[in-house]
């Protein structure tokens, strides 16, 4: 059984770094997507970063290129989330998705979900 754990949320102020982490267990990477997404209250759930385990390509949302960046650790089953240059509209609450599959060139249909990780951000 696949489960997802995120850890590293916190508060921050504006300009400021956090640093999420996703733990994978019953998973072993493969040629398939895992990404971060996240959600403010009254939006959309949005994907902000995907990385193409099988070749390492990354795909990021407009809003974070530039300031995030995705990564794995393929023999730990960890992927992080490096956030810099925060910004109030950043937070959310920020999710791990695994098992996304690779079409027209982003990562969609993502099979398995974390609990999630509150990413507080001040001005």
């Known amino acids: 059984q696949v489960q997802l754990v995120e850890s590293g949320g916190g508060s921050v102020q504006a300009g400021g770094s956090l640093r999420l982490s996703c733990a994978a267990s019953?998973?072993?990477?493969?040629?398939?997507?895992m990404g971060w997404f996240r959600q403010a209250p009254g939006k959309e759930r949005e994907e902000v970063a995907a990385i193409y385990t099988g070749e390492g390509r990354t795909f990021y949302a407009d809003s974070v290129k530039g300031r995030f960046t995705i990564s794995q650790d393929n023999a730990k089953n960890i992927i992080y989330l490096q956030m810099n240059s925060l910004k109030p509209e950043d937070t959310a609450m920020y999710y791990c998705?695994?098992?996304?599959?690779?079409?027209?060139?982003?990562?969609?249909?993502?099979?398995?979900w974390g609990r999630g990780t509150q990413v507080t951000v001040s001005s």
């Open positions: 019953g998973y072993i990477f493969s040629s398939n997507c």
């Open positions: 998705a695994a098992e996304g599959t690779l079409y027209g060139g982003v990562c969609t249909r993502y099979l398995y």
